[in-house]
């Protein structure tokens, strides 16, 4: 390369002219607004937001500086750059807001849905879309008093989350339990049947104030769970930690007689909250075991030794006459050891039941 070249590296570093004056005249107000600009623009933060504010900034700024380039300057090179580097930041602008918006949740009932929810378990913003989307991503409303299901009449073909208000759950007019936000509100009737069988609420639930929540179809629902197993673990996770919940809520309403309370936890509960047929006296709460007619009578002495067989014809001057059976209240505990509280009996067993059977 020959060193006079005015264009060779030597001439730019040593040899290039120096400023003999510095000129009092102004470039103008669009170089100047377009520098402004972009002193605002690279005050953004990091992140996706961060980005889209720093571009946003950087494209009207150097669209200011081609228009300076182009009428102020009057050079070609200026506005060429300026305008490449324009173009650019707006197609960043228009990819990160695409972007933003499919990463995006259809509205903020949903969006506080996923930060309470399903953020906390780790679950991605997509995975959580394609829930949402089973159930076409509508927020359903019932009014104060409104009732959701009706025991006895409404079929089970559906299974609903609350987002927000209370529901009151009852049972032929009697009070259960509440059903909370990011609650289920029908879990146990969705486990209690198989995905072939057809059922009806055997609870009412009635909306106590005004409730919010979204509804999954049951076909729908289970075509999503039988393709992803991810998400059929998640919805088994939830819906018996649901349904433990409800069960515990359950717990002070079982009580016997006596006042004290019963732990749902206990195998023999259900032997408690199993119905039992009414018995000919009076309708006891428990009856004895089935016998054979072979059995069906109980010795009320217990049987002597064989070697002592002279002095047992002394002793049992009755001997030959048919033994009296004794009667079911005295074979079994008493009624007061039985829980037979309203509670206990007629409502809990009935709900439970209707939830595994």
């Known amino acids: 390369m020959n060193s006079d070249d005015p264009t060779s590296i030597d001439s730019i570093i040593y040899n290039h002219t120096l400023c003999n004056g510095w000129t009092n005249s102004s470039e103008g107000a669009i170089y100047h607004l377009g520098n402004t600009i972009l002193f605002l623009g690279y005050m953004g933060g990091s992140g996706a937001y961060g980005a889209l504010y720093i571009l946003s900034f950087l494209t009207p700024a150097f669209l200011c500086l081609a228009l300076w380039g182009w009428l102020t300057l009057c050079g070609l090179d200026v506005f060429l750059w300026n305008l490449l580097l324009m173009l650019q930041c707006l197609a960043q602008v228009c990819h990160l807001i695409f972007r933003l918006m499919q990463d995006g949740l259809a509205n903020e009932e949903l969006s506080a849905l996923?930060?309470?929810?399903?953020?906390?378990?780790?679950?991605?913003?997509?995975?959580?879309?394609?829930?949402?989307?089973?159930?076409?991503?509508?927020?359903?409303?019932?009014?104060?008093?409104?009732?959701?299901?009706?025991?006895?009449?409404?079929?089970?073909?559906?299974?609903?989350?609350?987002?927000?208000?209370?529901?009151?759950?009852?049972?032929?007019?009697?009070?259960?339990?509440?059903?909370?936000?990011?609650?289920?509100l029908d879990s146990p009737e969705w486990e209690s049947l198989r995905p072939t069988e057809e059922g009806n609420f055997q609870v009412t639930l009635t909306a106590e104030t005004d409730c919010y929540y979204i509804s999954w179809r049951r076909r729908r629902l289970y075509l999503l769970l039988s393709k992803d197993r991810y998400i059929a673990r998640l919805f088994s996770?939830?819906?018996r930690s649901d349904i433990a919940d409800k069960l515990y809520s359950l717990n002070d309403k079982l009580f016997a007689k006596s006042?004290?309370?019963?732990?749902?936890?206990?195998?023999?509960?259900?032997?408690?909250?199993?119905?039992?047929?009414?018995?000919?006296?009076?309708?006891?709460?428990?009856?004895?075991?089935?016998?054979?007619?072979?059995?069906?009578?109980?010795?009320?002495?217990?049987?002597?030794?064989?070697?002592?067989?002279?002095?047992?014809?002394?002793?049992?001057?009755?001997?030959?006459?048919?033994?009296?059976?004794?009667?079911?209240?005295?074979?079994?505990?008493?009624?007061?050891?039985?829980?037979?509280?309203?509670?206990?009996t007629s409502l809990g067993g009935r709900y439970t039941r209707g939830w595994f059977a």
């Not at 959580?128 to 989307?133: C, G, L």
């Not at 259900?270 to 119905?275: F, G, I, M, S, T």
């Open 259 to 344: 006042g004290v309370r019963l732990d749902i936890r206990l195998p023999s509960l259900y032997h408690v909250l199993a119905p039992s047929p009414q018995g000919s006296e009076g309708g006891s709460a428990s009856s004895p075991p089935h016998r054979s007619q072979g059995d069906a009578t109980v010795m009320t002495g217990d049987p002597e030794p064989s070697n002592h067989g002279s002095d047992a014809r002394n002793i049992h001057p009755d001997q030959g006459k048919t033994p009296v059976s004794k009667s079911p209240h005295q074979l079994w505990p008493s009624d007061t050891e039985m829980p037979s509280g309203e509670d206990s």
């Open 114 to 184: 996923y930060t309470a929810v399903y953020l906390p378990l780790d679950v991605p913003v997509q995975v959580f879309k394609e829930i949402t989307a089973a159930s076409k991503s509508k927020v359903l409303s019932l009014a104060a008093e409104e009732t959701y299901a009706v025991e006895g009449k409404t079929p089970i073909d559906q299974l609903s989350f609350l987002l927000s208000g209370r529901i009151r759950v009852s049972l032929e007019g009697q009070f259960l339990h509440y059903i909370f936000p990011h609650q289920f």
């Open 237 to 239: 996770v939830m819906l």
